[in-house]
Every structure is written in C-alpha cells, then in structure tokens.
C-alpha cells in the first residue's frame, strides 16, 4: 500500500502541534505529532493521565484545532474545514468509543445504533444508509448482541455497552475509529473480549482505529502501540 492510499483511506497528522495557555503558564499538550494509521489497522496509544492522549483523539476527530500541522483523513485535509463541514464531516467519516459506551439510559441497543441515521450520519458509500452494515440489526449481531437489541443500558452489562458503543459507532461505515479508554470500567475477561471485537471490527471493515488506553494487558491484540509522554509521540 503506497503512502497516498494510505492517507486516503486513513488517517495521517504531520508535524501537528497544540498548546494551551501562553507565556510561563504555556503547555505544549501535542509537540510536532506525526502519525499514520492505515485502513484496516488498530493502533494503541498509551502514556501518563495528562500526556496528551485526549486531546489527540479530539485532533484526529476534529474536535480541536491543532496551531500547526496537517490533518488529513480519507484524503480530506481537516484543518482547512468550515465549522459546518468539519461537522458533517465528523458524522459521514468519524466514530467514537467513549470509556463507558455512553449510551442513552432510554433508548434500546437498537435504537442506539439507529440514532446516528436519524441525525443525519451516512455510510462512505452511495448504498440507503438502512442497508448493509448501516442496518441495526446486523450491528448488533456482528458484535454479539442481537438476542439484546431491545434492552436499554440499565439491562446490560458494562462490556453489553461498550459492544453497543461499538456498534453505534460503525453504523455510518466510518473511515476512522477514534476509541477513549474502552476497558476502564471492565474486569480483565471483558475487557480482552471487548478489544478482541474491537479488533476483528477493525480488519474487517478496514477502518483506521486509534484507541488510547492506560491498559497494558489488551495491548497484544493491536497492531501497534505508540506512547505518548509530554506531547511527543515515540514508538
């Protein structure tokens, strides 16, 4: 795979940089960041509370400007977006995996992966956002949870949720997986299920996932693992 298809159906940020505050109180929270992540492939970034792994999941996913540096996902350079369409692009391109599945409290599984179709979420293809991999009930079923797409949040276990998460997040056939702490509020057993899924996801439907964690256990199941100390990315 040459360098230009990866950065057309991944994700690639070169010599990104953020800071927060100015003069003495200034902290430079990512420092000339570059980082490729390809179709098809789960990269971990592990580091110290405070080293900058959130705000590098809210770069790559448009949620914060960088002050230097390129962002460039499925060939689209987002530092260059209005606010209109970083937000369309954030729902056609982008999924998200927070910590504890954020789900709904009243909405059922089903219901919670079909939210994104009623806010405007479409696949990458030209395919009715109902069909394919769009559809809730085969979601649910690719991450083993059809027998409970009618129950709500409060009926499923924590690892239930983040498989729902999951699910929600891949329902508008996203070119980039951004993942927060999957595995904080999961026991060993689940959390090596959950990555074991979120890895299979990956592969399967080639999208570029980058999960940051404090969990060193589940690390073997990615494809690489990156660490992130003081805004500096080393390998």
């Given at each position: 795979?040459?360098?230009?298809?990866?950065?057309?159906?991944?994700?690639?940020?070169?010599?990104?940089?953020?800071?927060?505050?100015?003069?003495?109180?200034?902290?430079?929270?990512?420092?000339?960041?570059?980082?490729?992540?390809?179709?098809?492939?789960?990269?971990?970034?592990?580091?110290p509370?405070?080293?900058?792994?959130?705000?590098?999941?809210?770069?790559?996913?448009?949620?914060?400007?960088?002050?230097?540096?390129?962002?460039?996902?499925?060939?689209?350079?987002?530092?260059?977006?209005?606010r209109?369409?970083?937000?369309?692009?954030?729902?056609?391109?982008?999924?998200?995996?927070?910590?504890?599945?954020?789900?709904?409290?009243?909405?059922?599984?089903?219901?919670?992966?079909?939210?994104?179709?009623?806010?405007?979420?479409r696949?990458?293809?030209?395919?009715?956002?109902?069909?394919?991999?769009?559809?809730?009930?085969?979601?649910?079923?690719?991450?083993g949870?059809?027998?409970?797409?009618?129950?709500?949040p409060?009926?499923?276990?924590?690892?239930?949720?983040?498989?729902?998460?999951?699910?929600?997040?891949?329902?508008?056939?996203?070119?980039l997986?951004?993942?927060?702490?999957?595995?904080?509020?999961?026991?060993?057993?689940?959390?090596?299920?959950?990555i074991?899924?979120?890895?299979?996801?990956?592969?399967?439907?080639?999208?570029?996932?980058?999960?940051?964690?404090?969990?060193?256990d589940?690390?073997?199941?990615?494809?690489?693992?990156?660490?992130?100390?003081?805004?500096?990315?080393?390998?």
């Amino acid at each position: 795979m040459t360098v230009e298809s990866i950065v057309r159906q991944g994700i690639s940020l070169s010599d990104v940089s953020l800071t927060f505050g100015s003069g003495d109180h200034a902290v430079a929270a990512l420092d000339r960041i570059d980082m490729t992540v390809r179709a098809g492939e789960l990269l971990a970034v592990v580091g110290p509370s405070g080293s900058g792994k959130s705000t590098l999941l809210a770069v790559a996913g448009g949620l914060a400007r960088p002050d230097t540096g390129q962002v460039l996902v499925h060939g689209t350079e987002m530092t260059t977006l209005s606010r209109r369409q970083l937000a369309r692009f954030r729902r056609e391109h982008i999924g998200f995996v927070f910590q504890t599945g954020n789900l709904i409290p009243a909405l059922t599984a089903r219901d919670q992966v079909r939210l994104l179709d009623r806010t405007g979420g479409r696949k990458r293809g030209t395919a009715p956002a109902s069909s394919g991999t769009a559809d809730p009930g085969a979601l649910l079923a690719a991450v083993g949870m059809a027998a409970k797409a009618g129950r709500r949040p409060h009926q499923l276990s924590g690892g239930e949720r983040q498989r729902v998460g999951i699910a929600r997040a891949l329902a508008t056939d996203p070119t980039l997986l951004l993942v927060d702490e999957p595995t904080a509020a999961l026991d060993r057993a689940r959390s090596h299920e959950v990555i074991e899924l979120l890895a299979r996801q990956t592969r399967e439907r080639k999208v570029a996932t980058i999960m940051v964690t404090h969990d060193h256990d589940i690390l073997g199941h990615c494809d690489r693992v990156l660490t992130l100390v003081d805004g500096r990315l080393s390998g």
